[in-house]
């Protein structure tokens, strides 16, 4: 069974920066960050592929997030800077083994993480 462990949410002040980490079990080729706002609904925020070596991102988060693997500690990474209210949501880390249909946000993921918070607010 796959697990995957996040860590890294909390609050910071609009203008701030966090970086979230989410670890798997085992090396999984297409890992991806998705939030969800109280009361909305699930939204794709980033996606990196090891093995395609890609990356896709929300254009809400375009310029503002960057994510990163490291293939040795099979955890991937969501540097957050310039945050702003809007992007206040719980984050959840995501992982699919197959990656035939590519590793973009838009795609379906299998394997969840518990989600870690992070709100933004002056």
């Known amino acids: 069974q796959v697990q995957l462990v996040e860590s890294g949410g909390g609050s910071v002040q609009p203008g701030g920066s966090l970086t979230l980490s989410c670890t798997a079990s085992?090396?999984?080729?297409?890992m991806g960050w998705f939030r969800q706002a109280p009361g909305q609904g699930r939204e794709g925020v980033a996606t990196?592929?090891?093995?395609?070596?890609?990356?896709d991102y929300a254009d809400s988060v375009k310029g503002r997030f960057t994510i990163s693997h490291n293939t040795a500690k099979n955890t991937v990474y969501l540097q957050m800077n310039n945050l702003k209210p809007e992007d206040t949501a719980m984050y959840y880390c995501?992982?699919?083994?197959?990656?035939?249909?590519?590793?973009?946000?838009?795609?379906?993921?299998?394997?969840w993480g518990q989600g870690t918070e992070v709100t933004v607010s002056s």
């Open positions: 085992t090396y999984i080729p297409c």
């Open positions: 995501a992982a699919v083994f197959n990656y035939s249909a590519g590793c973009r946000t838009g795609r379906s993921f299998v394997y």
């Open positions: 990196f592929s090891p093995a395609l070596r890609s990356e």
